[in-house]
């Protein structure tokens, strides 16, 4: 793959132009490349005038992304939608010219790639997101090169990150890290994955970054030196030894480095494999007699053999990973794979391409269809599942590029991959929903094992299950790992009572609007119920009621929404008859009572607020009263857990509550919150978080921490702050410091 080694000097659109076509001429066995300068023309003309923010014409960008694909051998069609992918997004064409002009397959691949622009920019970035993924995973099901075409995009992006606001600079790189360097991963593309992972990091954690650049480079000119000797050693052994092979040596990338630092819990100094050396030989055979070779030569480090030849990657990667001593006492890495291997863990599914096949044909078929199966899972979540959020959630959980796996065998001797600290369970709804649904028991290498057994490498695995089975636990929930098992389970739940759960729901609804003396029929109208569908990210109305009913979303959130829709557009519609009609009305109801908290109690008077301790909130957070027997009202936040679980009857003692904040919801008050802080605990960690806090003078009340055996530490932390912004921009600023695994406020 001559085009992906080559370095784009060009900068001029003329000029990259030029070079996106001699990197096609390299490849492609067609020399017609017509359509592609048609469509170079037309992005030409359409995105003229605009510019980037780097101040370059805007065409650069469409080019960049097609030349990417070109150095990843793909077909024309791939390349001509490349170079088109933003003209239906960001200028007057429309999608049905763009088919007249470069036919269906061409459009097809656009829209696959084209966000949804009709979505409302009120709507939660969260749903947009999320609703964005959807669209992009059914257009990847229908033809594959629409995420390629998307990958491309993303690092072009990336790499031009330095233009963007710091703010956006953290959203795309997590957003990167979280979806697209794992697909890339998945896709077993480690070309673009490697380059994703890196730039994520310098823009998420530039002083780790920065900081794993300085000393790498620092012993670059030792190491190298010791990686050109140990490759000589080996090219001399692979000769005498009559192996024809190629040996190159290569830096880890530092995303990988740092991976392994965090899971592993290490400084630099104590990952072994920082460099590795790479041995490239013709057959399966010749991998092994090399692996012999070199464990003659050095001492292998015990458990640091892994043979993914044997068991392939999840992503179809194959190779023999060894770590051994050199004769100098530095441990090294050796990779040993065919010339075959190399490029599918180069260029994954890109390097089987449908033109290029050839005899191959049906062998690169089998491998696409190994590659996709992840993609048919995600899609069965995307019918299963009707939040958004819940979707998005289960992604990012799937796609975790911190987490491991562990490899095991079904009776019939089949490889399963699942990720590290999964269970029996886990491993039954990796067979089949049905298995899960039925499972008894499990025997693990032919002993019975409790359901929450946490397998081990190299287990073999008998899911026993039973006709009789009344279906999964709720406590499996706790146990099981990955992604896929929870959302079985969960959807069990939500299928099998289905019908019980949306009654309840309309009921819970119709009893709340009762108890605050709102006429439902007033507010139950489409229009309004479709701004809660797009706010929470419901696909039906059923559905809203079905998440009421289960407990996945509370009554007053959905009834609250339903009154500000119905309250705007009454708003709209005043007339002089209506503003009498009013004021008459006035007269007999209670006016709101503001109270010295900042608070508005709707409909009640001379009664003392109060903040409650459970939840904390604070301007900003959605809330509710709850009327005590002699204490006046407590304020919870709606999502208060102990809001939340309230006996149906003690519901009709909750009361509509509201901020009334001064001019512009700025307020002197402050308000005592709380926050837990989950983190591998490390020398220093309480000072940098306190740092924080003093920077932005934040007076810290209270600090509690727990550190658990495995070296975890949950840090819980009191203090007074002015509102939900400020909290906002400072739990953005804590998830900076190093080790900070995740920081969640406390819900009662």
Same mark, same amino acid.
């Given at each position: 793959?001559?085009?992906?080694?080559?370095? /784009?000097?060009?900068?001029?659109?003329?000029?990259?132009?030029?070079?996106?076509?001699?990197?096609?001429?390299?490849?492609? +066995?067609?020399?017609?490349?017509? #359509?592609? !300068?048609?469509?170079?023309?037309?992005?030409? @003309?359409?995105?003229?005038?605009?510019?980037r923010k780097s101040g370059e014409p805007y065409i650069v960008h469409p080019l960049s992304v097609a030349i990417i694909l070109a150095q990843l051998e793909l077909d024309k069609e791939s390349i001509i939608a490349g170079i088109l992918h933003d003209v239906v997004e960001d200028t007057v064409m429309t999608m049905d010219e763009m088919k007249q002009a470069f036919g269906e397959e061409v459009a097809l691949l656009v829209d696959g790639v084209t966000k949804l622009t009709q979505l409302s920019w009120s709507v939660d970035k969260v749903e947009i997101q999320a609703e964005n993924l959807r669209k992009m995973f059914l257009a990847m099901a229908k033809d594959i090169r629409v995420i390629l075409i998307k990958l491309a995009d993303r690092l072009h992006n990336m790499r031009t990150l330095q233009y963007m606001r710091p703010?956006?600079?953290?959203?795309?790189?997590?957003?990167?890290?979280?979806?697209?360097?794992?697909?890339? =991963?998945?896709?077993?593309?480690?070309?673009?994955?490697?380059?994703?992972?890196?730039? &994520?990091?310098?823009?998420?954690?530039?002083?780790?970054?920065?900081?794993?650049?300085?000393?790498?480079?620092? !012993? !670059?000119?030792?190491?190298?030196?010791?990686?050109?000797?140990?490759?000589?050693?080996?090219?001399?052994?692979? !000769?005498?030894?009559?192996?024809?092979?190629?040996?190159?040596?290569? /830096?880890?990338?530092? *995303?990988?480095?740092y991976k392994k630092m965090v899971n592993q819990h290490k400084t630099l100094d104590q990952i072994?494999?920082? *460099?590795?050396?790479?041995?490239?030989?013709?057959?399966?055979?010749?991998?092994?007699?090399? %692996?012999?070779?070199?464990?003659? #030569?050095?001492?292998?480090? +015990?458990?640091?053999?892994?043979?993914?030849?044997? #068991?392939?990657?999840?992503?179809?990667?194959? @190779? %023999?990973?060894?770590?051994?001593? &050199?004769?100098?006492?530095? +441990?090294?890495?050796?990779?040993?794979?065919?010339?075959?291997?190399?490029?599918?863990?180069?260029?994954?599914?890109?390097?089987?391409?449908?033109?290029?096949?050839?005899?191959?044909?049906?062998?690169?078929?089998?491998?696409?269809?190994?590659?996709?199966?992840?993609?048919?899972?995600?899609?069965?979540?995307?019918?299963?599942?009707?939040?958004?959020?819940?979707? %998005?959630? @289960?992604?990012?959980?799937?796609?975790?590029?911190?987490?491991?796996?562990?490899?095991?065998?079904?009776?019939?001797?089949?490889?399963?991959?699942?990720?590290?600290?999964?269970?029996?369970?886990?491993?039954?709804?990796?067979?089949?929903?049905?298995?899960g649904n039925k499972m008894v028991g499990a025997r693990v290498n032919d002993k019975l094992v409790p359901i929450d057994y946490v397998i081990q490498n190299g287990d073999r695995v008998e899911i026993i299950t039973s006709q009789n089975s009344k279906g999964p636990s709720r406590d499996w929930l706790k146990t099981v790992k990955s992604a896929q098992a929870k959302n079985k389970i969960n959807q069990w739940f939500k299928t099998q009572n289905k019908e019980e759960n949306i009654i309840r729901g309309k009921e819970m609804v119709e009893r709340y609007c009762k108890a605050k003396g709102i006429n439902f029929s007033d507010i139950n109208k489409s229009e309004y119920e479709d701004k809660v569908l797009m706010k929470y990210g419901f696909r039906e109305w059923d559905a809203v009621l079905a998440a009421i009913g289960h407990?996945?979303?509370?009554? $007053?959130?959905?009834?609250?929404?339903?009154?500000?829709?119905?309250?705007?557009?009454?708003?709209?519609?005043?007339?002089?008859?209506?503003?009498?009609?009013?004021?008459?009305? $006035?007269?007999?109801?209670?006016?709101?009572?503001?109270?010295?908290?900042?608070?508005?109690?709707?409909?009640?008077? =001379?009664?003392?607020?109060?903040?409650?301790?459970?939840?904390?909130? /604070?301007?900003?957070?959605?809330?509710?009263?709850?009327v005590t027997r002699g204490r006046g009202i407590s304020i919870h936040r709606t999502d208060c857990i102990n809001i939340i679980n309230l006996p149906e009857e003690e519901r009709s003692r909750l009361i509509d509550?509201?901020?009334?904040? +001064?001019? $512009?919801?700025?307020?002197?008050?402050?308000?005592?919150?709380?926050?837990?802080?989950?983190?591998?605990?490390?020398?220093?960690?309480?000072?940098?978080?306190?740092?924080?806090?003093?920077?932005?003078?934040?007076?810290?009340?209270?600090?509690?921490?727990?550190?658990?055996?495995?070296?975890?530490?949950?840090?819980?932390?009191?203090f007074d702050i002015h509102g939900v912004e400020e909290l906002q921009r400072l739990v953005e600023k804590l998830r900076q410091v190093e080790s900070v695994i995740d920081i969640e406020r406390t819900a009662g």
């Amino acid at each position: 793959m001559a085009g992906g080694d080559t370095k /784009v000097t060009a900068t001029t659109p003329e000029e990259l132009f030029e070079f996106l076509i001699e990197s096609i001429k390299k490849y492609h +066995p067609s020399d017609d490349l017509s #359509m592609v !300068r048609k469509a170079y023309e037309t992005a030409n @003309s359409a995105h003229k005038g605009q510019l980037r923010k780097s101040g370059e014409p805007y065409i650069v960008h469409p080019l960049s992304v097609a030349i990417i694909l070109a150095q990843l051998e793909l077909d024309k069609e791939s390349i001509i939608a490349g170079i088109l992918h933003d003209v239906v997004e960001d200028t007057v064409m429309t999608m049905d010219e763009m088919k007249q002009a470069f036919g269906e397959e061409v459009a097809l691949l656009v829209d696959g790639v084209t966000k949804l622009t009709q979505l409302s920019w009120s709507v939660d970035k969260v749903e947009i997101q999320a609703e964005n993924l959807r669209k992009m995973f059914l257009a990847m099901a229908k033809d594959i090169r629409v995420i390629l075409i998307k990958l491309a995009d993303r690092l072009h992006n990336m790499r031009t990150l330095q233009y963007m606001r710091p703010e956006k600079q953290k959203e795309k790189a997590r957003e990167t890290m979280e979806i697209y360097a794992p697909i890339a =991963d998945r896709l077993g593309i480690s070309k673009i994955k490697i380059e994703l992972d890196d730039l &994520s990091l310098k823009y998420m954690e530039p002083e780790v970054y920065y900081e794993l650049k300085e000393k790498i480079t620092l !012993r !670059r000119s030792t190491r190298e030196e010791l990686v050109q000797n140990i490759m000589e050693e080996v090219q001399e052994h692979m !000769r005498s030894a009559g192996i024809e092979a190629r040996v190159d040596g290569r /830096v880890k990338h530092f *995303f990988s480095i740092y991976k392994k630092m965090v899971n592993q819990h290490k400084t630099l100094d104590q990952i072994y494999d920082i *460099f590795a050396v790479r041995i490239i030989v013709d057959t399966v055979k010749d991998c092994y007699a090399a %692996l012999g070779v070199i464990h003659e #030569m050095y001492k292998p480090i +015990p458990g640091r053999f892994k043979d993914y030849i044997a #068991m392939p990657k999840a992503n179809m990667y194959q @190779s %023999l990973h060894t770590t051994l001593i &050199s004769s100098t006492g530095q +441990p090294f890495e050796i990779q040993i794979r065919t010339y075959d291997m190399h490029r599918t863990a180069e260029y994954g599914i890109a390097a089987h391409w449908k033109y290029k096949e050839g005899k191959d044909g049906q062998n690169a078929a089998q491998k696409e269809e190994e590659k996709l199966s992840w993609l048919r899972q995600i899609l069965e979540w995307q019918k299963d599942m009707s939040d958004n959020k819940e979707f %998005l959630s @289960s992604l990012k959980t799937d796609l975790d590029i911190f987490s491991e796996s562990v490899y095991c065998f079904t009776p019939e001797g089949d490889v399963k991959n699942l990720p590290s600290g999964s269970t029996t369970v886990d491993f039954a709804y990796s067979i089949h929903s049905a298995v899960g649904n039925k499972m008894v028991g499990a025997r693990v290498n032919d002993k019975l094992v409790p359901i929450d057994y946490v397998i081990q490498n190299g287990d073999r695995v008998e899911i026993i299950t039973s006709q009789n089975s009344k279906g999964p636990s709720r406590d499996w929930l706790k146990t099981v790992k990955s992604a896929q098992a929870k959302n079985k389970i969960n959807q069990w739940f939500k299928t099998q009572n289905k019908e019980e759960n949306i009654i309840r729901g309309k009921e819970m609804v119709e009893r709340y609007c009762k108890a605050k003396g709102i006429n439902f029929s007033d507010i139950n109208k489409s229009e309004y119920e479709d701004k809660v569908l797009m706010k929470y990210g419901f696909r039906e109305w059923d559905a809203v009621l079905a998440a009421i009913g289960h407990g996945g979303m509370k009554e $007053g959130q959905v009834i609250n929404k339903l009154m500000e829709e119905y309250q705007r557009k009454h708003q709209k519609e005043i007339t002089d008859e209506k503003v009498l009609g009013d004021a008459s009305i $006035g007269k007999e109801k209670p006016a709101s009572e503001k109270s010295k908290s900042g608070i508005v109690v709707k409909g009640v008077h =001379d009664l003392a607020v109060r903040f409650s301790r459970c939840c904390s909130p /604070v301007p900003g957070d959605e809330i509710v009263g709850f009327v005590t027997r002699g204490r006046g009202i407590s304020i919870h936040r709606t999502d208060c857990i102990n809001i939340i679980n309230l006996p149906e009857e003690e519901r009709s003692r909750l009361i509509d509550a509201e901020w009334q904040l +001064p001019e $512009g919801d700025k307020t002197q008050e402050t308000y005592s919150t709380e926050i837990k802080i989950f983190a591998h605990n490390r020398i220093g960690i309480f000072v940098d978080i306190s740092r924080i806090f003093t920077e932005r003078q934040i007076d810290i009340t209270s600090m509690n921490v727990r550190t658990s055996k495995q070296g975890l530490a949950t840090i819980t932390m009191s203090f007074d702050i002015h509102g939900v912004e400020e909290l906002q921009r400072l739990v953005e600023k804590l998830r900076q410091v190093e080790s900070v695994i995740d920081i969640e406020r406390t819900a009662g």
